[in-house]
């Protein structure tokens, strides 16, 4: 298998984007089960649409910046089973976002089961956070570190810094994060990358939530993203919903960011958010 390298950002319409099983309904009655897997089915497939907003306080706007925001649409499917890296089966989830260029940007992720973990071992090919283009000599600081818009950021967010090293042949960054453990429950939590990878990301199960999408109403379980060795822990809140169904939405904030010109001077501070939703699927049994 021949393909480009290309810099990723896990998880993104995530990514990542999973059809993950793990709700209950208010009722005893009409309670799913909760011992469930996967439905790691060749076919099944996911459409999304995303909005990310970004809002620029009162001197960013007396700098000439205006809010913003962008609309795309994004689909998942499994495309099959294939081994990498010589003995890992792995099932090949392709993914294409398309915004309002009107050109598509294609991904492939690595998934299956490690015990009762659903584990992502590797992915190629960026283009679903690929950046916008930046015609205004401005960065968005975040980290220490300077961006050209919010949207890098919130790749960055995703999976922390994704060095050339990790590739294991021409095409492949090998990268395993633990997505999910099963099954779901209130107040569990697991590491899904350490820090000795990029930085410790923690995933943590908040409770039960009812959701309403273009899809239709999901009993989700709400999972929290945090980073706890982060100095700005406080500025994020990252929340992912998960249904029987699969990923129904995904909401990501970011506060509290600064603005500073190609001089390195402040010209104000942002709000953004990016907000992801279920629109239709399909899972083959």
């Known amino acids: ?13 995530g990514l990542a984007v999973l059809g993950l099983v793990g709700c209950d309904s208010d009722s005893d009655k009409n309670r799913p089960d909760m011992e469930f897997d996967y439905p790691l089915t ?21 700098n000439g910046l205006t809010d913003l925001v962008f609309n ?6 499994i495309m099959g089973s294939e081994v990498l890296f010589d003995n890992i089966e792995v099932y090949d989830f392709a993914s294409s976002l ?40 401005k960065y968005y600081n975040f980290d220490n570190k300077k961006f050209s818009n919010p949207q890098e950021i919130i790749s960055y967010l995703e999976s922390g810094l994704v060095r050339n090293e990790l590739s294991k042949d021409d095409s492949i960054y090998y990268d ?12 569990q939590e697991w590491n899904y990358r350490n820090s000795d990878d990029s930085w410790k990301i923690v995933k943590t199960v908040i ?3 009812k959701v309403e999408v273009p899809a239709g109403k999901f009993d989700c379980w709400k999972i929290q993203w945090s980073y706890p060795e982060s100095s700005w822990v406080n500025d994020i809140e990252y929340y992912e919903y998960v249904s ?19 001089d390195g001077n402040d010209i104000g501070s942002y709000y953004s958010r990016s907000e992801q939703y279920l629109s239709d699927y399909e899972i083959v049994e």
């Not at 298998?1 to 319409?13: C, D, P, Q, T």
């Not at 060749?42 to 007396?62: K, M, N, P, T």
């Not at 795309?72 to 499917?77: M, T, W």
């Open 207 to 209: 409770g039960k939530e």
């Open 244 to 262: 029987q169904e699969g990923v129904v939405k995904r909401v990501i904030e970011l506060r509290n960011s600064t603005i500073t010109d190609e």
């Open 98 to 137: 398309t915004e309002e260029d009107n050109q598509p940007r294609l991904s492939n992720s690595y998934y299956n089961y490690d015990n009762n973990s659903l584990i992502c071992y590797g992915y190629i090919n960026s283009g679903l956070l690929d950046p916008k283009s930046n015609n205004v000599k």
């Open 72 to 77: 795309s649409v994004g689909s998942v499917e």
């Open 42 to 62: 060749i076919g099944s497939s996911w459409q999304y649409e995303r909005i990310f907003s970004v809002f620029f306080d009162e001197e960013a706007h007396a």
């Open 176 to 187: 395993p994060a633990k997505c999910y453990v099963f099954p779901l429950y209130e107040d």
């Open 1 to 13: 298998m021949k393909l480009r390298k290309w810099v990723f950002g896990v998880m993104i319409l």
